[in-house]
DNA sequence: TATGAATGAGAGTTCATTCAT
DNA sequence: TATGAATGAACTCTCATTCAT
């Protein structure tokens, strides 16, 4: 199925049809896997050509994770409404990341599979990207300490790791989404929801779970998770 | 840097060398980077003595799966203690993870990273380790409901995705403190904590995150997160 | 001694180069001990082409026998005219049968020797071949016999195997007459009509040589072959 | 099947096993196919036991070709019955060769097909026994010639001719009787009898066929084969 | 007598990349 | 703008052969 052979169009529109081709391939195979033979034909112009406009398979690849990474941003600040109170910025945010993610299973791959498996050059434009929404997530998670008018005290180390968690949770529960027939974006933004925003509130509130002084033989409990 | 060379080792033992050395290079190479000759090198053989014990890459790949998911396996093992309370379970299991991810960054790359990007076949070796953690964690969850003598009426489902958005959390977390130099086991599994088990428990007493009616256009809330 | 280098050629050209130089090395050397390497060395191109254009060592040996058997058959079927008599048909068919063996003999040895030793694939291309060979020899048998409006009463397993005897002793002798300096293709030939031409002759009229009736202890002759 | 593994046997009983198994692999997978691992396994001792009596591959495939030329020549030997007229002793030699050749099928392969293809040594060791049957045949063809009382003027090149042509039609009927199911030693030999003997007795009596004058256009016939 | 351990050398094959038009 | 023709380099894998015991 090589796209339909029309001589002769715009490069920019050119460019387009092989970066979707390279997704495709790349976020299906891998970009070691990938060859651009198979690009080429199924962007459904010479290799010659794609080596005229991308340059390298490196180029290529980069320029794959650019777009994808540009498209998932663009996504996200899409879904979110810096109107709505926190809980709902978070909500709109991760519903709009796991309908992108369901929509672009590859472009996923590309950047959560793939490029983190191939060299710091490529890990690093994913890297950027995903400091974006780490950011992003942090801000909202000290916005909803101010919308609870509580100053309590977290430090910045602990919310980046708390970000970095929900972050974290989200990555995963889009490739498990995407793999999982039936489940949909919302119905994976409600689990990540259930799962974080109480657990967020609590720590706001300062009951955070506190870890046993020693590793080994100690018994003393912390505070309960279950009231 | 090859190991050094001595000669005449019974066959377990070169086994378990080149065992190492393959962990090591599909780790941090790839499955498709990786060379056969890289690997030889490192593990101080011959490349036709890797072929001679290991059959094949891929083969050489599967016995390199296998021996790290059991080893991680038996790591968490080792460190869950049935008798506590499962807070304390769920703590020291995770503790157990973190250290021995940190401690195997190759051996966890090559399950968590390298392992998902090539073939069925591989995918299901992990997915096999991967189903029993996420048991473990299913039943956690079930003891600490039992342990609160509530009967939360969680369906199974739902139990379901928690576990896996627990794991998958626990999983990123593991790559984001192997990347993130002065993170400790320790407190990779007390972030990780703090995240979750406020929410379960919460969730445990029929607290949960409603999602909003419809996604465009409402605009109330719903049980805020912050107290 | 490579092929001199002619760049950016045709490909249907360049395939007959490659198949001109295949043919040479596996006709010396046969199938396993043929190198890619030495086929594309001796056409004069790189090894990639060889693949991008043959496939294969299998294919390209495959090409081999396809394009060497349809050139024999073609001599032999130049050779032959239908309007002579049977036995003049059978000394121009045997005549351009030895010339083409004797100016191919890689080709014939492609044919004869080497297709035969690898794989059922391969040897039943080389029995399609003779097949239509055999066909042809029968042909002229029964021919004879109408010429001579006798009706010898020749079983069809009989003529079979006579067809066999006569084709089997023609490869036989090409072999032997490209071995033997001095011998040329209508010695071959001639020594072969000799052989065989009178032999049928007197079959055709019922006189045959007839076993003993058991192999040990009997002493009696049978109808003496030397009149 | 490898040979059930008796140890410490004498060295002739070893080497003996060693060539049937090299005699069966080599005869069925050809000289460069066959490896010294699978001989070794079949003959059901280390490879390098057989590299300290057989010293190496090609020794061992000389070994294996004097030890079945030896074996073949015994057996049309033992055949032949001097005190016979030319003509039994003909059919007694071709119906040891077909039966030996069918009770051989490894063995004639390595002989005929197998050591035919790989370079001059082994063609030659071969030709040396091919020699001393062509030589056998001869003999038997001037002995028919003295029982006719016959001096038919025969040149000793034209002798040498037909004999290479019997020979080459029995060994081309050896394979043919070997590949088709159901034809026996004594059909095969049969056959060739027919074929041959009637041609040889009317040259002797001086009726050949003469070949036309020119090849390209001349009409004349010949002595007619049928009569 | 017999073998487990080990390798140098080379095979077929593929791929990113370029040249000439 | 676009492509057929072509290749250097690297890969996986196999094999005949030897060493040390």
Known sequence: MPAVKTKRMPRAVREQQMLDAAVKIFGQRGYMAASMDEIAELAGVSKPLVY?????????????IRREAKALIDAVRAGARPDLPADRQLWSGLTAFFTHTARNPDGWSVLHLQARTHGEVFAGEVAAMRAEIVAFVTQ????AARDAHRDPDLPAAEVAGLAEALVGA?????????ATPGVTARQAAATLMNFAWAGLGDLMNGHRWVPPADDEGDQQGSTSPVR
């Open 170 to 178: 989200a990555e995963s529960l889009a490739d498990w989404a995407n």
């Open 140 to 143: 909202l998670i000290l916005a």
């Open 52 to 64: 005229l406009y991308l340059n390298s398979k490196e180029d290529l690849f980069s320029a794959c």
